[in-house]
């Protein structure tokens, strides 16, 4: 279907219609106005609403296309579309974007380098980097609404299509990850309190989250992580990225929370499950590891993948959890977490993804109350420098392994 | 747009292999029509119920036949209009052109 859109002259969108029967043009032009008698050449308009054109955009009642997933790969598809709305219509091409009242005229980005995260890009805004270009793409399709969830590959299968042909014709999709960046496609992150969809996708495929948007925060393996191996069987066409059997063993520093999260099925309460995580930097190993490399806990923030009470085998004390650590933006660690969930041979799932926010601390200050924790450095660079430093050599110390995921 | 190098300037494309040619009053489904000419296609939201006429079994003659553009959903019809106006005479409906 991809390439209907692909190869069309022009594609008219009904952006302000719920259904097939509210059609293109709308009178709803009353906001103009004239106000003053004395001004009878002067107008007056009321603002209409931005169209958007990033994931976090609210997207305005009128304009209940632009909500659904499925519309997603017909507008990043076609050449150029016509976007019938309330009050105006917009015009938006590969190169353009321009509203009737001008307002919102804007050239897109075309070799947009390195943005922070890919949410900070544009709609139309195409990335040099094209592992930075699909965390774009799924960061802008999960913020859409499926009717069906079983939907979740299949409604951006156009796009990987597109890429396979133009973009990464070397490349393998495996669950809506690809195979050459795969290192920096693992580390999305979520929140959600679904239960995991019995759907194909591997644990640590962002396919196994349902109908929650997804990220990626600039988070990554540090350069000693290793891929050991990537097994996977393909089921279907190869831009559906549907696999069978799908492991990854990845060689990581790895930091063991087992026994450090409370798991007691007495204590746990759905949404309490996710503070329980949090509490792991107040432990006494966690504190003393953070401490030998000069830094405190800050904050930690856990994201769950899905219902952590619904985990299958369930959480409970004695299970392995480990987190896989991760180098986040500004001397942030974090990680992804995974459950041991068979014994022999050992494998492991994603549950979540966990941030650390570190403080450095001078030795000397250590147990002391630092209400201001920059005033002991001569700069906030010192003190940024510093907090780097600690998170790297405590990375440096933890063990490296290799973990089985599934 | 004929400065935009990085949007195709194609006008003359092989159609999908089906596809409605609009004449007048009357929207035609053409299966494998074999010619290269522009085309538009159509983004819209099904609503809950689906779009009131679909290619199924009952309506594959008729739309074959000759299908009177007013009698189309709202927003069909609108985009038949609009396709009249810019001078392109085919147009790519998922529920006219697909099988549910």
Redesign the interface.
């Known amino acids: 279907m991809g390439d209907i859109y692909e190869n069309s002259h022009i594609t008219i969108a009904a952006t302000a219609s719920q259904d097939s029967s509210g059609g293109l043009f709308s009178a709803d032009r009353a906001v103009v106005r004239c106000l003053l008698d004395k001004h009878p050449h002067l107008y007056v308009r009321k603002q209409p609403e931005y169209f958007p054109t990033r994931p976090y955009n609210t997207v305005p009642i009128s304009m209940p296309l632009l909500t659904r997933a499925w519309v997603y790969q017909e507008r990043r598809l076609s050449h150029r579309t016509i976007h019938y709305g309330k009050h105006q219509v917009y015009w938006e091409c590969q190169t353009d974007f321009a509203s009737e009242d001008s307002r919102e005229d804007k050239t897109w980005n075309k070799h947009a380098t390195h943005p922070d995260t890919p949410d900070d890009l544009d709609w139309g805004d195409k990335c040099v980097d094209h592992k930075i270009d699909w965390q774009k793409t799924v960061t802008e399709y999960t913020m859409l609404r499926l009717t069906y969830e079983s939907d979740r590959l299949l409604a951006i299968a156009a796009i990987v299509d597109r890429m396979l042909r133009l973009q990464r014709v070397d490349d393998v999709y495996i669950a809506g990850l690809w195979k050459n960046s795969i290192l920096s496609d693992l580390p999305w992150v979520t929140t959600t309190n679904k239960p995991r969809p019995a759907r194909m996708a591997p644990s640590w495929s962002w396919a196994s989250a349902q109908s929650s948007a997804v990220s990626w925060a600039s988070y990554e393996f540090t350069k000693e992580a290793k891929v050991v191996s990537l097994e996977y069987t393909i089921v279907g066409a190869a831009n559906l990225g549907e696999v069978i059997n799908a492991s990854i063993i990845l060689m990581v520093p790895v930091l063991d929370l087992t026994g450090l999260v409370e798991l007691d099925p007495a204590k746990i309460e759905g949404p309490g499950l996710r503070e329980r995580f949090e509490d792991i930097s107040k432990s006494a190993p966690i504190t003393a590891r953070f401490r030998q490399n000069n830094l405190k806990v800050f904050s930690t923030f856990f994201f769950p993948d899905y219902d952590l009470t619904t985990a299958n085998p369930p959480l409970k004390i004695g299970c392995t959890i480990k987190l896989l650590i991760l180098r986040g933006p500004k001397g942030y660690i974090g990680g992804i977490v995974v459950q041991k969930t068979s014994k022999n041979p050992p494998e492991y799932k994603r549950i979540g993804f966990l941030n650390i926010t570190p403080t450095a601390t001078k030795p000397e200050m250590l147990g002391k109350n630092d209400e201001d924790l920059t005033r002991d450095y001569d700069s906030m660079e010192d003190y940024r420098k510093r907090r780097a430093e600690g998170r790297d050599s405590l990375i440096l110390s933890l063990p490296m392994e290799e973990v089985k995921i599934v | 747009?004929q400065h935009?190098?990085?949007?195709?300037q194609?006008?003359a494309?092989?159609l999908?292999k089906r596809i409605l040619e609009i004449t007048d009053e009357y929207v035609f489904l053409r299966e494998q029509p074999g010619i290269l000419a522009?085309?538009?296609?159509?983004?819209?939201?099904?609503?809950?119920?689906?779009?009131?006429v679909k290619l199924t079994a009952e309506t594959f003659g008729r739309l074959r036949d000759g299908f009177k553009t007013s009698d189309l959903?709202?927003?069909?019809?609108?985009?038949v209009e609009?396709?009249r106006h810019?001078g392109?005479y085919y147009?790519?409906i998922?529920?006219l052109c697909?099988t549910f």
């Open positions: 747009m935009h190098k990085h949007c195709v194609r006008t494309i092989s999908p522009p085309y538009a296609c159509l983004s819209h939201c099904w609503g809950l119920d689906g779009p009131a959903p709202k927003t069909f019809g609108d985009a609009v396709c810019l392109i147009i790519w998922d529920a697909e």
